[in-house]
């Protein structure tokens, strides 16, 4: 049973640096063919895909964000790390991670399979 | 970048059929996954790679895609159906994921 599970800090101040980390059971990320996504959510607002790690190390991110974000894997601890530089009001949100199989050759996947809970990040000062 | 487009609501009986669009430029050409969503809980994945289904997911889900609209059809329509649903593909352009804006789905 593959389960995930966000974890770090519910308030951070405009400009700091925000880590979340996604701890995981289930499954190995350093089996083939296995990625972990960060996907964010806006209270009232669509999903927003952030950044994904697969198990070769390889990492795709948002264009958008792309300057802010820094997605890390720790095999041995069967965690990911978001890092989010920066942060604004505007990053207010629930940030989730989920488990997903790459598709042939890393153009997609078979979609986000199982997501954790989520966790609720506010910025403000 | 991608966009993807959905409509923001859909109302539907009970028994009757859902269909909730994805539209986006030459849709048909990449692989769609959907995901349902309500309140208060992470989303679940419903539909992948157009129109197979995870297991545990009932078959009156199903899912197509062809030219510019890829579409999640619920069929027998249900009161626990009401959530939202997002579509999802991969921009090869840029290698990464795309979400829609999401449909809410009302169960009158």
């Known amino acids: 049973q593959i389960t995930l599970k966000e974890s770090g800090p519910t308030l951070v101040k405009p400009t700091q640096t925000l880590t979340l980390t996604c701890t995981f059971s289930?499954?190995?990320?350093?089996?083939?063919?296995?990625?972990v996504g960060w996907i964010r959510q806006p209270p009232g607002k669509a999903l927003e895909w952030l950044a994904l790690i697969y198990w070769d190390d390889d990492k795709r991110y948002s264009p958008s964000l792309k300057s802010r974000l820094t997605i890390t894997k720790d095999t041995s601890k069967n965690q990911v790390v978001l890092t989010m530089t920066n942060m604004d009001p505007v990053d207010t949100a629930t940030y989730y991670c989920?488990?997903?199989?790459?598709?042939?050759?890393?153009?997609?996947?078979?979609?986000?399979?199982?997501w954790g809970q989520g966790t609720t990040v506010t910025v403000s000062s | 970048s991608y966009v993807l487009t959905q409509p923001p609501s859909v109302s539907v009986a009970p028994g009757q059929t859902a269909r909730i669009t994805c539209g986006g430029n030459n849709i048909g050409s990449k692989s769609v996954h959907w995901y349902q969503q309500k309140p208060g809980q992470a989303p679940v994945l419903v539909v992948y790679?157009?129109?197979d289904r995870p297991s545990g997911i009932p078959e009156r889900f199903s899912g197509s895609n062809s030219g510019n609209t890829a579409t999640l059809t619920i069929s027998r329509v249900e009161a626990g159906d009401e959530a939202d649903y997002y579509c999802?593909?991969?921009?090869?352009?840029?290698?990464?994921?795309?979400f829609g804006g999401g449909t809410k789905l009302t169960v009158l």
């Open positions: 989920a488990h997903s199989i790459a598709a042939a050759g890393k153009e997609g996947s078979y979609g986000m399979d199982v």
């Open positions: 999802q593909v991969w921009d090869s352009s840029s290698d990464h994921e795309v």
């Open positions: 289930g499954f190995s990320l350093s089996t083939s063919g296995v990625g």
């Open positions: 790679d157009d129109s």
